[in-house]
C-alpha cells in the first residue's frame, strides 16, 4: 500500500493509501449517490434547459417538436423524484446510511481545513493519526455497514475533539466564507446570467399568462448595471422589434415591467384603429376570432374573470405573435401618436393593447399620461420561456380560487 508525506493534505493523504479496489468501490459510491441524489432529477432538467432554450431562441420553429420533448422529460424527471424520495424514506437502511455518509463527508472536510490552517502548529504524529481514522471512517462509508461507519465515525470526532478542539470554533468563519461565496454567485448568476420574474397582471394576454414565471436573458443585450442603470458593452446584440423585455420603469424604479418592443430608436409609432404603424409602414395583422375570452384577474379582490377581445395575429416587422383589442374602440384612442422613439430608447406597447399601461401611457404612472419610452440601461432582459405558471384553470385550480398549477404553460417559448 502506498503512503504520502502527513504534510500533505488531508484528502490526497487518504488517496495515496487507498489501494486500486478501493479507488474503484469509492468511484462507484460516488456515481450511486449522485445518481440516487433528490437533486438528480431537478438538475437533468436544468441540463436539458439550457440547450433547449438555445435550441428554440435561434431556432424558433424547433418549438413545435423541442417543446412536447422536454415536458415529456420533465415529467419523467418528476417520476424518477417522486420514486426516489418514496424509496429513500421507505429504506430506512439507505436513509441511515446516507446520513451518517453526509455526517463523515463533513468531519473530514473540516479535519481538511483545520490540518491546513494549521499545519504549522500539528504535529506530524498527530496529523498521521487523523489520516488513518479517516482513511478507516471513509473504507467503512464505502462498505455500507452502518454500524461500523457509526463506530469509525465517532472515533474520529473523539480525535478531532481532542487534538484539534481548540480550532474547531474557527470553522464557523469557514460556514460564514461559503455562505458568502454562494450569495455571490447567486448574485451574479441574476445580475449577468438569468433572472426569474412573475407575470403579474393580463396587459401582455394572451403572449404571457398571469402567473407565469419566466426566466429572463440578462447578457443578451449586455451587462447592466443595477441602479446605476447603465450597460457599458453589448454581448450580443441591442434589443429588437418585437422582443419581450422586462425592464426597471424609468418613471418608478421601485417596479419592473414586462412589455414589447415596438418602437427602436429613431422610429416614428402611430397607432391608427388598432393598427401599428412604423414609419408610415402599417404592420401586417390578421383577425383570428372577434370574440376571444381571456382570464384575467382583479388587482384589488384577486378574483378572476373572463374578459372578451378581439384576437388578432400580428406580424411586427417579422415577430408573429398574438394581440388583443376590444371590440369597439375607446373614445381617443382611434389615432394614438405619432411617438418618435429618442436615441438609446425603445418605445413598448403591451400585447393586451387596450388595457395596458405602456410607453403610450406613462408606463402607469399616477396622473401621467404623456408617452414615456424605456432607457437601454433600464432594460434588464429579454423574456425567453415560461418556466412555470400558476394561473387559471390549473391543476387544484378549485382549491384555490380558480388559481392553479398549468402544466401546459411549461417551457411555453415567449414569442
Same mark, same amino acid.
Given at each position: 500500500?502506498?503512503?504520502?508525506?502527513?504534510?500533505?493534505? #488531508?484528502?490526497?493523504?487518504?488517496?495515496?493509501?487507498?489501494?486500486?479496489?478501493?479507488?474503484?468501490?469509492?468511484?462507484?459510491?460516488?456515481?450511486?449517490?449522485? $445518481? !440516487?441524489?433528490?437533486?438528480?432529477?431537478?438538475?437533468?432538467?436544468?441540463?436539458?434547459?439550457?440547450?433547449?432554450?438555445? $435550441?428554440?431562441?435561434?431556432?424558433?420553429? !424547433?418549438?413545435?417538436?423541442?417543446?412536447?420533448?422536454?415536458?415529456?422529460? &420533465?415529467?419523467?424527471?418528476?417520476?424518477?423524484?417522486? &420514486?426516489?424520495?418514496?424509496?429513500?424514506?421507505? +429504506?430506512? *437502511?439507505?436513509? $441511515?446510511?446516507?446520513?451518517?455518509?453526509?455526517?463523515?463527508?463533513?468531519?473530514?472536510?473540516?479535519? =481538511?481545513?483545520?490540518?491546513?490552517?494549521? *499545519?504549522?502548529?500539528?504535529?506530524?504524529?498527530?496529523?498521521?493519526?487523523?489520516?488513518?481514522?479517516?482513511?478507516?471512517?471513509?473504507?467503512?462509508?464505502?462498505?455500507?455497514?452502518?454500524?461500523?461507519?457509526?463506530?469509525?465515525?465517532?472515533? #474520529?470526532?473523539?480525535?478531532?475533539?481532542?487534538?484539534?478542539?481548540?480550532?474547531?470554533?474557527?470553522?464557523?468563519?469557514?460556514?460564514?466564507?461559503?455562505?458568502? *461565496?454562494? #450569495?455571490?454567485?447567486?448574485?451574479?448568476?441574476?445580475?449577468?446570467?438569468?433572472?426569474?420574474?412573475?407575470?403579474?397582471?393580463?396587459?401582455? #394576454?394572451?403572449?404571457?399568462?398571469?402567473?407565469?414565471?419566466?426566466?429572463?436573458?440578462?447578457?443578451?443585450?449586455?451587462?447592466?448595471?443595477?441602479?446605476?442603470?447603465?450597460?457599458?458593452?453589448?454581448?450580443?446584440?441591442?434589443?429588437?422589434?418585437?422582443?419581450?423585455?422586462?425592464?426597471?420603469?424609468?418613471?418608478?424604479?421601485?417596479?419592473?415591467?414586462?412589455?414589447?418592443?415596438?418602437?427602436?430608436?429613431?422610429?416614428?409609432? =402611430?397607432?391608427?384603429?388598432?393598427?401599428?404603424?412604423?414609419?408610415?409602414?402599417?404592420? *401586417?395583422? !390578421?383577425?383570428?376570432?372577434?370574440?376571444?375570452?381571456?382570464?384575467?384577474?382583479?388587482?384589488?379582490?384577486?378574483?378572476?374573470?373572463?374578459?372578451?377581445?378581439?384576437?388578432?395575429?400580428?406580424?411586427?416587422?417579422?415577430?408573429?405573435?398574438?394581440?388583443?383589442?376590444?371590440?369597439?374602440?375607446?373614445?381617443?384612442?382611434?389615432?394614438?401618436?405619432?411617438?418618435?422613439?429618442?436615441?438609446?430608447?425603445?418605445?413598448?406597447?403591451?400585447?393586451?393593447?387596450?388595457?395596458?399601461?405602456? +410607453?403610450?401611457?406613462?408606463?402607469?404612472?399616477?396622473?401621467?399620461?404623456?408617452?414615456?419610452?424605456?432607457?437601454?440601461?433600464?432594460?434588464? &432582459?429579454?423574456?425567453?420561456?415560461?418556466?412555470?405558471?400558476?394561473?387559471?384553470? &390549473?391543476?387544484?385550480?378549485?382549491?384555490?380560487?380558480?388559481?392553479?398549477?398549468?402544466?401546459?404553460?411549461?417551457? =411555453?417559448?415567449?414569442?
Amino acid at each position: 500500500m502506498s503512503t504520502a508525506s502527513p504534510s500533505a493534505k #488531508l484528502g490526497a493523504a487518504m488517496a495515496a493509501r487507498r489501494t486500486p479496489e478501493q479507488l474503484k468501490a469509492r468511484r462507484q459510491l460516488l456515481w450511486r449517490e449522485l $445518481l !440516487t441524489s433528490l437533486w438528480a432529477p431537478l438538475c437533468a432538467v436544468g441540463l436539458a434547459f439550457v440547450p433547449y432554450v438555445t $435550441l428554440i431562441e435561434m431556432a424558433p420553429r !424547433t418549438a413545435s417538436w423541442a417543446q412536447p420533448l422536454i415536458k415529456g422529460f &420533465g415529467l419523467l424527471m418528476v417520476i424518477a423524484f417522486v &420514486g426516489l424520495l418514496v424509496w429513500r424514506n421507505a +429504506s430506512k *437502511k439507505e436513509s $441511515l446510511l446516507r446520513t451518517l455518509r453526509h455526517e463523515a463527508r463533513e468531519l473530514i472536510a473540516e479535519d =481538511e481545513r483545520i490540518l491546513e490552517r494549521m *499545519k504549522d502548529k500539528v504535529s506530524p504524529a498527530v496529523a498521521e493519526k487523523i489520516t488513518d481514522q479517516a482513511l478507516r471512517v471513509d473504507n467503512a462509508a464505502v462498505a455500507g455497514d452502518a454500524e461500523v461507519l457509526r463506530a469509525e465515525l465517532k472515533a #474520529l470526532e473523539l480525535m478531532t475533539q481532542e487534538h484539534l478542539g481548540a480550532w474547531r470554533k474557527q470553522s464557523v468563519w469557514d460556514i460564514a466564507g461559503g455562505f458568502v *461565496k454562494a #450569495l455571490f454567485i447567486a448574485l451574479v448568476i441574476r445580475t449577468v446570467l438569468v433572472e426569474p420574474y412573475r407575470i403579474p397582471s393580463g396587459s401582455m #394576454l394572451p403572449t404571457l399568462q398571469i402567473g407565469d414565471q419566466v426566466f429572463v436573458n440578462k447578457f443578451i443585450y449586455g451587462v447592466r448595471i443595477p441602479l446605476m442603470n447603465v450597460v457599458p458593452f453589448r454581448i450580443v446584440r441591442e434589443p429588437l422589434r418585437g422582443d419581450v423585455i422586462v425592464f426597471n420603469n424609468p418613471v418608478n424604479e421601485s417596479t419592473d415591467f414586462i412589455k414589447r418592443v415596438v418602437g427602436l430608436p429613431g422610429d416614428v409609432v =402611430e397607432i391608427l384603429d388598432g393598427v401599428i404603424h412604423i414609419n408610415g409602414q402599417a404592420q *401586417k395583422r !390578421t383577425l383570428v376570432t372577434p370574440d376571444f375570452i381571456v382570464h384575467n384577474q382583479d388587482d384589488a379582490t384577486g378574483r378572476w374573470f373572463d374578459q372578451e377581445e378581439v384576437l388578432y395575429r400580428e406580424d411586427l416587422s417579422g415577430v408573429v405573435h398574438s394581440a388583443l383589442q376590444r371590440p369597439l374602440r375607446q373614445p381617443g384612442r382611434e389615432h394614438e401618436g405619432p411617438y418618435t422613439v429618442p436615441a438609446n430608447h425603445v418605445f413598448v406597447m403591451g400585447d393586451n393593447r387596450d388595457n395596458s399601461a405602456d +410607453s403610450r401611457y406613462g408606463l402607469g404612472a399616477p396622473g401621467h399620461y404623456e408617452v414615456e419610452y424605456v432607457p437601454y440601461g433600464h432594460i434588464k &432582459g429579454k423574456a425567453m420561456v415560461v418556466w412555470l405558471s400558476l394561473g387559471w384553470g &390549473g391543476l387544484l385550480g378549485n382549491l384555490f380560487g380558480g388559481t392553479g398549477l398549468r402544466v401546459d404553460r411549461f417551457f =411555453e417559448p415567449v414569442r
